[in-house]
């Protein structure tokens, strides 16, 4: 087994609360029980492409814990197989993977440690064919990395858009109105199902369940005519009609996955205001779901995450991801899941608890 004297840690993608946790598990663990030195990449794959990166000390990890965001930076647009760099007044993808394997070595790194979702297991997976020894370790706000049933941050992302969708539900009462709020989480409706759940919303639409606007139309007209004088729609940003399509915001090139959804909230309340002239209002939450302090289930599970991925390493782990399956933690080959998302299953047991307590999935 290669012995191991210096890791390299990163936090790539789209940030979320709890990757301070991981970074200070995965640092003290390291030093504490087994003498290593933690180098701190900054932006995540960026920082490995452009040789960015430092020795990490106790101090620098102390008073993190309930911090959101990261120290280290993160970068959701820096692919090293795909890599756009500027020539000549034009954008060249390259592919610079052997830059970041001289910068690993050169800085004489034994193993990563790589928080992220599943465009940073894509990039692990790469540099894993390549002979460098990565851990990864789950993080997202949308909870679909595949192989992993809870990743850190989608409990804390859930809280906060479930105290806003509160807010929505006075003010939706007071004005006997059908507010549609939107919420994130990509081509998966894990955090449009746990949040709308949470808050009552009468109307839950899911990307793995495609919506007929009558049949919304029909649920919002039924509470109205039975002096319900206000509803809740929560829509996940993925959403789309039977046979339609995603609303998209924007493309990001530069970007892994490309695509920026949204929008979905503002065609449903003209969709449903032409129909049933209820008055309507669209909220979007947007990336306030990412920001603020971890919930204290998003510190506990990040810090089990950091010190799990210690553990695995250092018995001899190779390219594996560490995973929470059937509330116990383990691990599962990166390559396993890389490219990969985690859907909701449209007979997941919560979808069905929630029709069973009267919210509509809008079919
Ligand atoms: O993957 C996390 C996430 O917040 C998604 O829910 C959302 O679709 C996307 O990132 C937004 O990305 P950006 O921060 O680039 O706008």
Known sequence: MATIKRIGVLTGGGDCPGLNAVIRAVTKTAMNEHKLEVYGVQDGFLGLIQNRMHLLQWNDVSNILTQGGTILGTSNQANPQ???????????????????????????LDALVCIGGDGTMTGASNLVEN??????????????????????????????????????????????????????????????????????????????????????????????????RFSIVCVSEGAKPKGGDVVVQRRVETSPDPVRLGGIANKL??????????????????????GGSPT??????????????????????????????????????????AGKQRKVPPDDPLVRTALAVGTSFGV
Request: aromatic share 4%; hydrophobic share 40%; net charge negative.
């Open 82 to 108: 795909r890599f756009a760099i500027e020539r000549g007044g034009k954008t060249e993808w390259c592919n610079v993977t052997d830059r970041v394997l001289d910068h690993v070595r050169d800085n004489e």
């Open 131 to 228: 002979g460098i020894n990565c851990i990864g370790v789950p993080k997202t706000i949308d909870n679909d990395l595949e192989g992993c049933e809870r990743t850190f941050g989608f409990d804390t992302a859930v809280h906060t858009a479930a105290e806003c969708f509160d807010k929505i539900h006075t003010t939706a009462m007071s004005h006997h109105r059908v507010m549609v709020v939107e919420v994130m989480g990509r081509n998966a409706g894990w955090l449009a199902l746990h949040t709308g759940v949470a808050s009552g919303a009468d109307i839950i639409l899911i990307p793995e369940i495609p919506y007929d606007i009558d049949a919304i139309c029909e649920v919002l007209r039924r509470r109205s005519k039975g002096g319900k």
């Open 269 to 290: 309340v003209a969709d449903i205001e032409e129909r049933t002239k209820l008055d309507c209002r669209a909220t979007v939450l947007g990336h306030i779901q990412r």
């Open 296 to 337: 204290p289930a998003d510190r506990v599970l990040a810090t089990q995450f950091g010190y799990h991925a210690l553990d695995i390493l250092m018995k001899g782990a190779r390219g594996q991801l560490v995973v929470q399956q059937g509330g116990r933690l383990g691990e599962v080959p990166i390559q396993s899941v």
